[in-house]
Structure formats: C-alpha cells, structure tokens
C-alpha cells in the first residue's frame, strides 16, 4: 500500500517527538505561519497530488518554513458539517509517518520532518499521498480526494486567510447553542496518543480544547463512526450547573482516563479543571496575589505577569494532567455565555495578550472592556495591580471582601486563644485549639487556610497587642 513511501507508515508511530537535535526542517509552528483545511466539494479530481513551493529536497537543513495543507474531498454521503471532524483526523493520519511529527490543528500547527527520514528521500508529496491513502480507509465515505501542499510563503498567507474564514464559520453556528438546550454532551480521547489519560468533554458552550471541534461536529463524527474516538455522553443528573459538574460525565471521564480522574468541572479552574491535552489553544491561569485569573495563547511569545511563557505553562498541565489553577482551553469557549462561569467569567480575568482581547470585543462585557489589562498595560504584578486599582476592576472590590474575612477569622481565633487552658509542660501533644478555619498570613500575597484544624502545641502565650 506504501511501497513507494521511503519511510514506514504505521500508528505504532503516533506519538512520536523529533527533537531539534534530530530534526531536519520545521514547518509552521510559533516561528512560522500555516493551517490545514478540509473542504466538501461537488467535484474533485480524484488522486490529484500538488506540492506548491519548495519540496523538503530543496529545503535548507535547520530552517523553518510555512506549511498549508489543503484536502479536498467529494462523496454521496458527505456533507459540510463532517469537514471538522475529518479535518482534525489530519493530525493523527501525519504521525502515521515515521519521521514526521505534527502538532496541534487548525491556524496552530506544528510539523517537524526529521534528518533521518529526509536522509531516506521523503518529500512532502509522499505526505500528501500517505494521507490520500488512509483518509480513504478510515473515512469509506469518501469517494475522490485531492490532496494540496503549499510551502511557498505568499501562497500559504493567502490560504491561512481562506481557513479562517471557514473555522469562523463553523464556530459561528454552534454559538447559537446551550448546553441547556442539549441531552446529549460528547468525548473525544482523540489526543491520548500524547496525552493518556485525557478525556476531552465538548458541550455546546464548551468547543474541544483544541478548537477545532464543536458539538455539531462531535454529533456527526458519532453518527458517522460509532466506534470512533468520539463519542456520546448522556449528560444525566446535574450535581453543580454553575461549576458544570454532572454525574454521568464525572462517570464516563473516570471510566476513560483509567480510573484517574473522578470529577470534572467545565466551567472552572478550581478544584477538579477539565483535565488538559496538549493541543489546546490556550491556558487559563491563577494569578494568586490577585485572586484573578489570566488567559495567555500559544501565539504570545512574551513572559505573562508570573514571569514565565505559554510554553511553562503547557507543560505545568499538559499530558492529560488535572492540575488546580491552570487549565488548558479553546479561544472559542471565550465567546460561551458559561466562559468560566463558577469563576467569575470576565469579571475574574486580569490578564489577556492584546491580540486575544481585541478578537472578543463583541464578547466581553462593555463594562470591562478597559479593565481588563494587556501586556501594553502590565507585565509583571506590581503593575497589574496598579492598573486594576486605577481601572476600578472587580476583582479590587473582591481583595477588600476576602482581606475583611481574613481579618474576621483572625478576630474569631484570637477569641478562640483566649479561652484556651496552658496545660502542663509535661503534656507533650495536648491540642489546645481547634479552628472550622484558620488563616496563616505569609510574604508574596498567597494566603494559606486551614480548614478544620487541630493545632497542638508545648506551651501557648498571648500576648496583648
């Protein structure tokens, strides 16, 4: 089937890193510009093969170029609303190639072809057939396919700029949709080739991490492949609207990430976040001198106000990870009326790259449109908070109620102090005080609470202050 590849093509390849000690050549990517594109056509010219631009052969080793990847294809059967679907199977269908790594989807993909397989004469064309051929097997429906490369830089701006207008819109007409107007939610554990124990939960408000895939595109791909990667989820008993937690999703996501998570909220940061693949498009994190929360995108290159970039963060938790204060999220599930609900929505958020401000303007709510910082305004924390101040954001009238429920904590376990019986120095562990909560002041603005304490001390002395 692949005699005329010079490389292996299997799925014992997916997953497969290529370091840039090994690699060859990078295409697209942070440096770079490309997309890939799937397109329902009435008529395509069946096996048509084009490489527009320079092949990998005349490419220079360790340099960086653009990439657009274009697949046309026609069938009785196909219909515009699967384009999504099959579109982000590319991702999978690429790391079929030994040699060639891809990454993420849409506007942000991230290829890499290594030294090896270019010592082995791959070419881009090769690609472009190694997909012709499994697009065809793992999508029988399909019934003529005409595959498109493009490495000439003015030809893949002109395609990135077609893309977009048709990511934007699919993505315009599932905003027209509720998860409260829906019985049925979707997974897809299409990443747990690099991350295991992910599973992505896609709802109408809350588009896959990678933003590629929203609940009409998951609807299609679970009728059209049952056994497929996506599937239904019933959404059953509601525990927490607000946080978005639901009974049969908390059983599904334990059940698909091998017992490791057990609960799952959509629609918050805190205490058990949507676990995080790897391709997602963005993250959202805690900012904890601030209670607020800030949102940074594989396309700003900067350090955010913590002092680290998108890719600390990625890291911090990626893989499947469910990690409390970070978590991995689509740009499009800023534009849901549910965006981080539990959490404050936007009245929460303190930080955002300009470029992704400027992209949700209709969205964010007129009130908070010149509250919410860039990196033009801040860069680190101390000039957050001035900005915030001089803004008059929420999040300052948020810090002044949580410092007086400090302070009336503090009262409480003074009170508390006093009532409490020094007992004999030969009483080595007599818990002398017990707190429901208890504030521990320390440096850096993060706050420790203990809840449902028991202190137990030698000897307690109070002091009037």
Same mark, same amino acid.
């Given at each position: 089937?692949f005699?005329?590849i010079?490389?292996d093509?299997?799925?014992m390849?997916e #997953? ?9 050549v990078?295409?697209?990517?942070p440096?770079s ?10 008529a ?5 093969i084009?490489v ?5 052969s ?5 340099e960086i170029y653009?990439?657009g990847?274009?697949v ?8 515009? #609303?699967l384009e999504?679907v099959?579109?982000?199977r590319?991702h ?6 030994? #040699?060639?790594?891809h ?17 082995a ?5 090769h ?9 065809r097997e ?5 019934? !003529?396919?005409?595959i498109t490369?493009?490495?000439?830089k003015s030809?893949v ?6 893309a977009?207008?048709q ?16 019985d049925?939610?979707?997974g897809?554990?299409?990443?747990q080739?690099f991350?295991?124990?992910h599973?992505?939960?896609?709802t109408?408000d ?5 933003g590629?895939i929203n609940?009409?595109d ?14 239904e989820?019933?959404? #059953? ?13 908390n059983?599904v996501v ?33 900012i904890?001198e ?9 396309d ?12 600390a963060?990625a890291?911090?938790c990626?893989g499947?990870?469910?990690v409390e ?5 689509s740009?499009?599930?800023?534009r ?5 609900q539990a ?30 910082p860039t990196?033009?305004?801040a860069?680190?924390?101390k ?9 008059g954001h929420?999040i300052i ?5 949580? !410092? ?5 904590v ?8 006093e009532?409490v ?6 009483v080595?562990?007599?818990?002398v005080a ?6 521990v002041?320390t440096?850096s ?7 449902? !304490?028991k ?11």
């Amino acid at each position: 089937m692949f005699k005329d590849i010079p490389v292996d093509v299997s799925p014992m390849y997916e #997953g497969e890193r290529i370091r840039a000690a090994n690699m060859f050549v990078e295409l697209a990517g942070p440096k770079s510009i490309g997309a890939e594109l799937v397109q329902v056509e009435e008529a395509v010219e069946d096996g048509r093969i084009e490489v527009r631009g320079p092949e990998i052969s005349e490419m220079e080793e360790g340099e960086i170029y653009p990439l657009g990847i274009l697949v046309e294809i026609s069938g009785e059967k196909l219909e515009k #609303g699967l384009e999504g679907v099959i579109e982000r199977r590319t991702h999978e269908l690429c790391n079929y190639v030994n #040699g060639f790594m891809h990454l993420n989807q849409r506007d942000q993909i991230w290829c890499r072809v290594s030294e090896k397989a270019s010592k082995a004469g791959f070419k881009l064309e090769h690609l472009a057939r190694t997909l012709s051929i499994l697009f065809r097997e793992e999508f029988p429906i399909i019934e !003529a396919i005409a595959i498109t490369i493009i490495t000439d830089k003015s030809e893949v701006e002109a395609f990135l700029d077609k893309a977009r207008f048709q990511y934007e819109e699919r993505d315009s007409k599932a905003r027209k949709l509720s998860d409260n107007d829906v019985d049925v939610f979707y997974g897809c554990v299409m990443c747990q080739s690099f991350a295991p124990t992910h599973v992505c939960v896609v709802t109408p408000d809350r588009t896959a991490l990678c933003g590629a895939i929203n609940w009409f595109d998951c609807r299609a791909a679970a009728k059209m492949d049952p056994e497929g990667p996506i599937f239904e989820i019933e959404k #059953g008993e509601v525990l927490d609207d607000v946080k978005g937690e639901y009974k049969n999703v908390n059983a599904v996501v334990a059940e698909r990430s091998q017992g490791t998570f057990e609960r799952v909220y959509l629609h918050s940061v805190f205490e058990y976040p949507h676990t995080s693949c790897g391709c997602f498009e963005a993250v959202a994190f805690y900012i904890p001198e601030l209670d607020g929360i800030g949102i940074v995108d594989r396309d700003f290159r900067a350090e955010t106000p913590l002092g680290i970039p998108f890719s600390a963060m990625a890291g911090q938790c990626s893989g499947g990870k469910q990690v409390e204060g970070f978590a991995g999220l689509s740009l499009e599930y800023m534009r849901s009326p549910k965006f981080l609900q539990a959490d404050g929505g936007f009245e929460r958020i303190i930080w955002l790259p300009k470029h992704i401000k400027d992209s949700l303007t209709d969205f964010i709510p007129e009130e908070l449109r010149n509250k919410i910082p860039t990196e033009d305004d801040a860069d680190n924390i101390k000039d957050l908070k001035k900005f915030l101040q001089e803004a008059g954001h929420p999040i300052i009238q948020r810090l002044k109620e949580e !410092a007086q429920d400090e302070e009336n904590v503090q009262e409480e376990d003074v009170k508390l102090a006093e009532e409490v019986r020094v007992f004999d120095e030969n009483v080595q562990t007599a818990p002398v005080a017990y707190a429901p909560e208890l504030t521990v002041p320390t440096s850096s603005g993060v706050r420790i609470i203990l809840k449902n !304490a028991k202190i137990y001390a030698e000897k307690v002395i109070i002091k009037k202050k």
